[in-house]
C-alpha cells in the first residue's frame, strides 16, 4: 500500500491541498506528518492541516 502525506491550508476564502510525499510504509508517512506539524507556517494561512492518506491504485495512476 502507498501512503500520501497531503497538506491541506486554508485563508478566509478557500483552501488548497497538496501530496507532499508518498511513502510504502504508513509509520514513515506519520512520523513525516509530525515533523511538518512542527514547522512554523508560512503565509497567512488560517489553517493548515497535515494527514497521512492511503493510495489506491487504478490502472497505472494512484487516487486516494
Not at 512520523?31 to 497535515?50: I, M, S
Request: with cysteine; charged share 25%; net charge negative.
Amino acid at each position: 500500500m502507498i501512503w500520501s502525506l497531503l497538506v491541506t491550508a486554508c485563508t478566509a476564502t478557500g483552501c488548497v491541498e497538496q501530496s507532499i510525499q508518498w511513502f510504502e510504509d504508513k509509520q514513515e508517512c506519520i512520523e513525516f506528518k509530525l515533523l511538518h506539524e512542527e514547522l512554523p507556517k508560512d503565509g497567512n494561512w488560517a489553517f493548515v492541516n497535515y494527514k497521512c492518506e492511503a493510495l489506491t491504485r487504478v490502472g497505472d495512476k494512484f487516487a486516494t
